[in-house]
């Protein structure tokens, strides 16, 4: 049977594509093996009958894909008959479409037809419409046209009549009329006779102008000043506000110098009252002046003119020019408080002018700076003295270098200042400094924000670096180093003339006789005032130096940097915090020394804490609150204190506690027990002797845990017998993974091994490590 199948032609088969087998697929899906795009016939025959006795059943096989291929004929005779059914019908819709399409082809044509014929009825409705809107349109532009130029004509006729016998009064409202109407006409000049009236009107302007001015001269003239015609000269300032603008500022300009002649005759710089002391002579006259002019001619200009505004800013401007010149022939005459006294009079002056005028004037005059958000008069005669500002500075120098050398006289004797319950006690020469420089900065902000304010920065850091070091460093208490060694040794002394079992006895002795010069209570308060003092500049040559660069000129605040400055003040206070911490050390470091002189070899039992644990506490005791209560409005720096201080004695401890040798189990014992009791203390340090029980800062508790438990582990691993050799290195290795070979060493000493069982340890150590 395999022969007869391997024998079929393959043109039986149809092969599909991958992409049209896969469309066939999901709009027929199935799961008959028949199906499937790589059916192979021998693999499905080979399913149906798997082995011999299978074919048994071949006839019930063939019985059944005889009836499947029945019922596969008649599905496909069905369809095949479907599609014919389906053919005819589609045939017949196609044919009732084109009959529709074109019967509505047809009706569209006629509606076309039709909307060109309507279109055609209105444009013939509507041509004579149109041609009467144009008609209307000409006959209203003519009539207005005939309007305008029957004004023009009438009004140049008028205008004439009234220029010559000088009624201004009736001439404002004609001549701005007539000159509305003329840009009617512009479209019209190549007219002979609009050109004519054209020029006429510009005529009638220039002429309007020169006698108008002709009349102010001669109304103002020397021997007419009594008796001017205010109003008619009132209302020819309403014609001239309809001239050219020219005319207007030609005619404020000579009348502006004209009301100045008496002032520039009276302070010209050859005159006594020219110079700076009598500067408010000059503010005087025009305040005079001004009051006079208001009340004579007040009414004579319109009130948008603003003509005694337009008087005050030239009076500036020619003050300003001739202080210029004065003061650049007169320097050597300018001191400081001369020209002080001039600026505050000329400042008070400005402002007074500000609040009386709103400097419209200023802002039309393009010559003019733009003075930003000030006041308008601000520095309109001011600027003149910008250039002669370093004498001022100069002058603020001196003063603060007299104030420097009061401050260091007050602080050999004065008291620092009453701590209140925001601020510690801090040097009074501090505020005082700050305030002096505050004084400064407000005056040198009226006088110049410029180049000035950044000459009078350089000051403020040349005095803030002095107070920094002749003020604070230099008042710093001194510890005397040579008392640590000179007790130190007579110390070590006496232990060596004392026999082991008389230590402990005689220890409070000794530890009495070794004390060291430390510093009083006064002295710990200086330090802790001086520390205080430093924040306080600290903070506030911050604020410092925000509000330098809000005053100065923006171009300019760059240039502001006072962080040497505030460095100088860390660097103050982190040399205050070191002094106090040796302090404290130099305390216990006689009790440090003698632990380390015991006889630890010949302790036999463990008893109390040691005296010399006593005697560290008792100093803990002793200074701690007196820091604490100076510090307390700064406790970030006691904290830091509290750090540094760990940091420095625990090592300390741990090379006293090598240098505890020999010692012995009971030793090693009693030294861990101090050491336990040592840690308990230096946990409690922050809040010792104090009535308020204040859990330390998590940052000095981790310092403090991680010293001390080395020490603890130190002592344990002392405590290990030698005794398998790896037993104890891995014991050292496991209670101190941190440490070296020389810390091993150090172990060893303390236990006394001997060198050839410590060359032994050595080796299992190196193995261990590598």
């Known amino acids: 049977m395999e022969e007869i199948l391997e024998d079929e032609s393959p043109d039986l088969f149809i092969n599909f594509t991958p992409e049209v087998q896969k469309a066939i697929s999901e709009v027929l899906p199935s799961k008959d093996p028949l199906d499937e795009p790589d059916f192979n016939s021998i693999d499905y025959i080979n399913s149906l009958f798997p082995t011999e006795q299978s074919l048994s059943n071949i006839d019930e096989v063939v019985t059944r894909m005889e009836n499947k291929i029945q019922s596969i004929d008649n599905e496909i005779s069905t369809v095949v008959r479907g599609q014919i059914t389906a053919s005819q019908e589609g045939r017949q819709s196609l044919d009732e479409a084109q009959r529709v399409i074109k019967q509505l082809f047809s009706h569209i044509k006629t509606i076309k037809e039709k909307a060109e014929k309507s279109e055609e009825m209105v444009r013939e409705i509507t041509r004579d419409i149109k041609q009467l809107d144009c008609a209307k349109r000409n006959l209203t532009l003519a009539i ?167 008087i005050a800013v030239q009076f500036c401007l020619n003050t300003r020019e001739e202080l210029v010149k004065i003061m650049a022939k007169r320097k050597s005459e300018i001191d400081v408080k001369l020209l002080l006294y001039a600026i505050q ?62 401050f260091v006289q007050d602080s050999k004797q004065s008291q620092p200042t009453e701590a209140t319950d925001t601020q510690a006690a801090i040097l009074p020469s501090c505020p005082d400094l700050f305030v002096f420089y505050k004084k400064s900065m407000i005056q040198c902000t009226q006088l110049d924000n410029g180049q000035s304010m950044l000459s009078l920065t350089k000051t403020f850091q040349k005095y803030l670096h002095e107070y920094s070091e002749r003020i604070l460093q230099n008042n710093l208490p001194k510890i005397e180093s040579q008392s640590i060694g000179t007790s130190v040794q007579l110390l070590t002394r006496d232990l060596q003339k004392i026999s082991t079992s008389g230590i402990i006895h005689n220890f409070s002795s000794l530890l009495k006789e070794g004390e060291i010069t430390r510093f009083t209570k006064d002295e710990l308060a200086k330090i802790c005032c001086i520390l205080s003092t430093a924040e306080y500049c600290l903070e506030t040559t911050q604020q410092l130096s925000d509000k330098l660069k809000e005053k100065i000129e923006p171009a300019l605040a760059d240039q502001i940097d006072l962080s040497k400055e505030q460095d100088n003040f860390h660097k103050v206070i982190s040399n205050s915090i070191q002094i106090l911490v040796q302090d404290l050390e130099n305390a216990c470091e006689p009790a440090l020394t003698a632990m380390s002189k015991i006889q630890w070899q010949n302790v036999d039992t463990v008893g109390d804490q040691s005296p010399y644990i006593t005697a560290i506490t008792t100093h803990f005791k002793t200074t701690i609150p007196i820091i604490r209560d100076n510090l307390s409005h700064t406790r970030k720096y006691f904290t830091q204190f509290c750090i540094k201080f760990a940091n420095s004695f625990i090592p300390k401890f741990i090379q006293n506690i090598y240098k505890c040798k020999p010692i012995n189990t009971e030793g090693a014992e009693q030294l861990l027990l101090d050491t336990h009791m040592l840690k308990t203390v230096l946990l409690n340090l922050p809040s010792i002797s104090s009535q308020i029980n204040r859990q330390a800062p998590a940052s000095y508790t981790k310092v403090v845990t991680k010293g001390m438990t080395k020490a603890e582990m130190i002592l344990k691993v002392v405590m290990t017998p030698v005794d398998p050799s790896k037993a104890f290195v891995e014991q050292y290795k496991k209670l101190l993974p941190d440490c070296q070979l020389n810390d091993f060493y150090k172990i060893l000493d303390m236990k006394s091994v001997k060198r050839q069982e410590q060359a032994v340890l050595v080796e299992v150590f190196k193995a261990y490590k590598s």
């Not at 603060?400 to 050398?405: G, I, T, V, Y």
């Open 144 to 310: 207005t046209t005939l309007n305008h130029l029957h004004m023009l004509v009438g009004g140049v006729d008028t205008l004439k009549l009234l220029t010559q016998r000088r009624l201004y009064g009736e001439i404002a409202l004609p001549l701005q009329a007539i000159s509305e109407v003329m840009t009617h006409f512009e479209t019209y000049s190549d007219i002979p006779q609009i050109k004519s009236l054209s020029d006429q009107v510009k005529s009638i302007h220039v002429e309007l102008a020169e006698q108008i001015t002709h009349d102010f001269k001669e109304a103002f003239s020397g021997t007419n000043k009594t008796t001017i015609p205010n109003k008619q000269l009132a209302q020819a300032c309403l014609v001239v506000s309809t001239l050219d603008p020219k005319v207007k500022k030609d005619l404020l300009k000579w009348f502006v110098n004209l009301q100045l002649q008496e002032y520039n005759h009276l302070f010209q710089e050859t005159e006594d009252t020219a110079w700076l002391d009598k500067i408010d002579k000059r503010y005087a006259w025009i305040k005079r002046h001004l009051l006079e002019f208001e009340d004579r001619l007040g009414n004579l200009f319109p009130q948008n003119w603003e003509v005694s505004e337009r």
């Open 345 to 406: 009079k000329t400042s008070t002056f400005e402002n007074l002018l500000s609040r009386r005028f709103t400097g419209v004037t200023l802002r039309d005059d393009e010559s003019e700076p733009d003075f930003g958000s000030k006041p308008p008069f601000t520095g309109l005669i001011g600027t003149c003295f910008i250039p002669h500002l370093e004498i001022y500075i100069e002058s603020i120098d001196r003063n603060l270098a007299d104030l420097m050398e009061r």
